[in-house]
T-cell receptor, first 117, second 110 residues
Framework: DARVTQTPRHKVTEMGQEVTMRCQPI?????VFWYRQTMMQGLELLAY????????DSGMPKDRFSAEMPDATLATLKIQPSEPRDSAVYFC???????????????FGPGTRLLVL | GNSVTQMEGPVTLSEEAFLTINCTYT??????LFWYVQYPGEGLQLLLK?????DKGSNKGFEATYRKETTSFHLEKGSVQVSDSAVYFC?????????FGKGTKLTVNP
């Protein structure tokens, strides 16, 4: 049963520290999405990649957040320096879209629950 | 812009009751519409989808019909079970991006 995996599942850190979250998309999927979920804002798209190239990161605070895909099996989301307002659940999702399009189904990982003190 | 509005929760029902969760959308053109479900401590799972007007998505006893005239995609189930307790998200996709509603928490009591 193919699944998106995310590590770590939980992270507690202090303000100012660097946080790295990792995602392994489903093998063969060429699109990866990063979302943030909070009680106040709900689910927000931060960034997404197709074939490892960033397509849109307009939802991401540029000064402290960065997202990369070092290879097809790994996506990373970094926060440096972290702040208490970054506390949230961060989800990775992957999909398969040979030519792009609105019907692509996204498969979500279990999320990384981040708490910044 | 594109947005999704769904009924505020929480919703509490008894087992075997009828469920409706309302969802309306605003979008340019004709988006695809989705319902996702999130069980406690887990990520979102696709429940059903519809890609054009009058399409009906269905899965696990849940149904939703894409209504262009009312810009709605209401989720229904005839007889809920305790195992249906979860948060339900309505979403649309435009230009490959998913836009979610705020979510509706459903609790089903035995």
């Amino acid at each position: 049963d193919a699944r998106v995996t995310q590590t770590p599942r939980h992270k507690v850190t202090e303000m100012g520290q660097e946080v790295t979250m990792r995602c392994q998309p489903i093998l063969g999927h060429n699109t990866v999405f990063w979302y943030r979920q909070t009680m106040m804002q709900g689910l927000e798209l931060l960034a997404y990649f197709r074939n490892r190239a960033p397509l849109d990161d307009s939802g991401m605070p540029k000064d402290r957040f960065s997202a990369e895909m070092p290879d097809a099996t790994l996506a990373t989301l970094k926060i440096q320096p972290s702040e208490p307002r970054d506390s949230a659940v961060y989800f990775c999702a992957s999909g398969s879209s040979p030519g792009g399009g609105a019907q692509e189904t996204q498969y979500f990982g279990p999320g990384t629950r981040l708490l910044v003190l | 812009g594109n947005s999704v509005t769904q009924m505020e929760g929480p919703v509490t029902l008894s087992e075997e009751a009828f469920l409706t969760i309302n969802c309306t959308y605003t979008a340019t053109g004709y988006p695809s519409l989705f319902w996702y479900v999130q069980y406690p401590g887990e990520g979102l799972q696709l429940l059903l989808k519809a890609t054009k007007a009058d399409d009906k998505g269905s899965n696990k006893g849940f149904e939703a019909t894409y209504r262009k005239e009312t810009t709605s995609f209401h989720l229904e189930k005839g007889s809920v079970q305790v195992s249906d307790s979860a948060v339900y998200f309505c979403a649309l996709t435009r230009s490959e991006k998913l836009v979610f509603g705020k979510g509706t928490k459903l609790t089903v009591n035995p």
